[in-house]
Each structure stands twice: as structure tokens, then as C-alpha cells.
């Protein structure tokens, strides 16, 4: 999400698409929106984002050294190594999510983002400040020991979170076929005592 901040155009999709959800949830489901829970979204986004700074620097470092270990060297201008890493990045992510769910020390950190009691885009933002304290970080250090460059790692994890963008809404029904392959949020809010749970982030491979 920090690379969120640093672009103009994706911000200006964002406003522009959660406008238009307010106006759908008002004005053509009639459920009203929560402008209480957005705020806090917003602030809890914004909280993140700061405290996101020292833990990238940190974390750019620390997966920096660690690609020095890594006993191949897959090359970033191949394709294959994209797609490759894309399906690794998956499967991390899987790991990662289901993890933060499961373990208690790093469910700390993730709770906070099934706080939102409505699913809207701005929930999406709602995410914890402890991350690098979480060690949740640690499910992606095998794809840089892989041979994975780092920067290419971030770069499909900074890809991963802006889709999930698109799934934190109640105004896209059921997606047809396309559901096969492509992963839809069936979370609900923890609050309402049963969720329905989808760990990846863009396909349903795992
Ligand atoms: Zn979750």
C-alpha cells in the first residue's frame, strides 16, 4: 500500500470508485453507509502507511541480503520467471493469510482488519500497524532464497494488495465461470461469528 500512496492516478481510481459505492449502497440497495466506519478506515489506512515506513526499510534491507544466498538467480527480464513468481507470491500470500488467521501472534496484527462491520472498498485500508513485528513477513523469504529477486517480490505483492482493493465490496455479485480462477472475498466481518474464508488474493489455485 505504500506504493499506493506514491501514486497519483491510483489514488484518483479509489476515490472516484468509492464514491460511486457510496452512491450505490445509498441511492440503489437503500443499506445506507457506514461514514463512521470509513473515517476509521481511513485513519486506521493512514496509520499504516506511516507506520509502514521503518518495516520497508527494514525488510528491503533484510530480503536484500538475504537474495545473496540464494544459490540461483532467476532473471527479471524473463517472462517466465513473472509467471513463475506470480504463483510462488500466491502461494506465500495463501500461507501468510492462513497463518494470520491461525497463529495468535500474528492474528494480533491482522484482526484489526476484520474490524469493518459493512464489506467496502475503504475496509480494504483498514490494516495493522505491527506487521514487522508480526514476522508474518517471514512466509515470503523462501521465494527470495528461491532465487526470486526481491524487487520483483514486492512489485507482485504491491500487485496482490491492489486487486484485493477491488474485492472489499458488496457491489460486485457472483462472478460466473470467472470464479473458477479468479478468488472472490468471503469474509465477513468477525463480528458476525461465521466466515466463510478465502485465503489467496487473485486465484483460487490454492
Ligand atoms: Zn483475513
Given at each position: 500500500m505504500l506504493h499506493a500512496a506514491r501514486s497519483p492516478a491510483w489514488l484518483l481510481v479509489m476515490l472516484a470508485l468509492v464514491l460511486a459505492e457510496w452512491v450505490w449502497r445509498r441511492?440503489?440497495?437503500?443499506?445506507?453507509?457506514d461514514g463512521r466506519g470509513a473515517l476509521a478506515s481511513l485513519a486506521v489506512g493512514a496509520g499504516h502507511l506511516l507506520s509502514g515506513v521503518l518495516p520497508a526499510l527494514v525488510l528491503g534491507g533484510l530480503f536484500a541480503a538475504a537474495a545473496r544466498w540464494a544459490p540461483v538467480h532467476w532473471p527479471v527480464g524473463d517472462w517466465r520467471t513473472w509467471l513463475a513468481a506470480f504463483f510462488a507470491v500466491e502461494l506465500a500470500y495463501y500461507v501468510f493469510h492462513r497463518a494470520s488467521h491461525e497463529v495468535r501472534w500474528l492474528w494480533t496484527t491482522h484482526a484489526v482488519h476484520h474490524t469493518p462491520e459493512e464489506m467496502t472498498?475503504?475496509?480494504?485500508?483498514?490494516?495493522?500497524?505491527?506487521n514487522l513485528l508480526s514476522?508474518?513477513?517471514?512466509?515470503?523469504?523462501p521465494l527470495v532464497l528461491a532465487g526470486f529477486d526481491p524487487r520483483l517480490v514486492f512489485a507482485l505483492l504491491a500487485f496482490n494488495l491492489h486487486y484485493q482493493f477491488f474485492l472489499?465490496?458488496?457491489?460486485?455479485g457472483r462472478l460466473g465461470p470467472l470464479e473458477w480462477v479468479l478468488t472472490r472475498?468471503?469474509?465477513?466481518?468477525?463480528t458476525t461469528g461465521r466466515m466463510r474464508r478465502t485465503w489467496t488474493a487473485t486465484t483460487v489455485a490454492c
Open positions: 441511492r440503489v440497495r437503500g443499506v445506507g453507509y472498498l475503504l475496509s480494504s485500508i483498514r490494516l495493522g500497524w505491527t514476522f508474518g513477513w517471514v512466509c515470503y523469504l472489499h465490496t458488496e457491489a460486485v472475498h468471503r469474509i465477513t466481518a468477525c
